[in-house]
């Protein structure tokens, strides 16, 4: 059983920068791909970026330029680096790991981008 953990969400000002973390355990993290998901209060759960296996990145256009993902297959860790927040990037985000047919999600972090 894949266990994802999120971690990095926070209180962070217009302008300013976060990095979430999400930890992965119990599969082998290098075979999946990955993304964050993020949802905002009355919204549906939305795609911000996803990373392959060997690494092919691609992100939302709503956060091209400001967020970028990562990996690292050694630390079994996702990243997401989110640069220039604005105030609609608050939401919960959520780490999800997908492998063929099967998607194992995190319980979510919490940003809110407010001054």
């Known amino acids: 059983q894949v266990h994802l953990v999120e971690s990095g969400g926070g209180l962070v000002q217009p302008g300013g920068s976060l990095r979430l973390s999400c930890v992965v355990s119990?599969?082998?993290?290098?075979?999946?791909?990955m993304k964050w998901y993020r949802q905002a209060p009355g919204n549906q759960r939305e795609l911000v970026a996803a990373?392959?296996?060997?690494?092919?990145?691609s992100v939302a256009d709503s956060v091209k330029g400001r967020f970028t993902i990562s990996r690292d297959n050694v630390k079994n860790t996702l990243y997401l680096q989110m640069n220039s927040v604005k105030p609609e990037d608050t939401a919960v985000y959520y780490c999800?790991?997908?492998?063929?047919?099967?998607?194992?999600w995190g319980q979510g972090t919490q940003v809110t981008v407010s001054s």
């Open positions: 999800n790991a997908v492998l063929q047919d099967a998607s194992s």
């Open positions: 119990g599969g082998r993290f290098s075979v999946y791909t």
């Open positions: 990373i392959s296996r060997l690494g092919s990145t």
